[in-house]
């Protein structure tokens, strides 16, 4: 028997228990099946095991403790993919921040280059007749190279604190492609 065809009888069954959440119900055996095909299991054996219909319905009847069992269960499941969903809103916005970072501080370096450039160029095809010239020429070089450190250190700080964050991004992304590939 297959998974789907398993779940319509099982919800037929349930359907005439009015103490007995069905979805509840379902979407636990939903899970344990899944699980077992996700772990090698053939689908038609595991569900096979499991039973008939009709008895797994008076053992839901008749054990209060596995009805608990079902909604601690079904609740850590929900549990576990609104934390999922939680972290790939954030690990979207930090990357979203870290982009934005790394373009500012990539304009701010280049920046920094072209005004260092630019005072050069200026101070040897306008040679200054003075030395507030040559002074001010000086001020200019420095604060490209002022621009040019800050970015670099910008960054630099940022990765560093920023490592261990992108490393779990990375690791989360990569074992989310996994369960999506199996």
């Known amino acids: 028997m297959k998974r789907r065809q398993f779940l319509r009888e099982l919800k037929e069954e349930l359907k005439k228990r009015t103490d007995i959440e069905t979805e509840e119900v379902l979407f636990y055996y939903d899970e344990m099946i899944q699980d077992a095909i996700d772990n090698g299991e053939s689908e ?29 269960k079904n609740s850590d499941a929900v549990r576990n993919v609104l ?32 005004v260092v450039i630019a005072a050069i160029v200026q101070g040897v095809i306008s040679t200054p007749v003075d030395i507030m010239g040559y002074l001010f020429l000086a001020g200019i070089v420095l604060i490209g190279f002022s621009l040019i450190i800050v970015s670099v250190g910008v960054v630099k700080w940022f990765f560093n604190q920023a490592n261990p964050a992108l490393l779990s991004i990375f690791r989360k992304l990569k074992e989310l492609i996994n369960r999506k590939g199996k």
């Open 44 to 72: 038609d054996i595991f569900i096979m095991n499991l039973g008939s219909v009709r008895d797994i319905v008076r053992r839901i009847e008749d054990d209060e403790a596995f009805l608990a069992e079902v909604k601690s």
């Open 83 to 114: 934390s999922t969903t939680v972290k790939i809103i954030g690990y979207f916005i930090f990357a979203v921040l870290a982009f934005s970072l790394a373009v500012t501080c990539f304009s701010v370096f280049v920046s920094g280059i072209a």
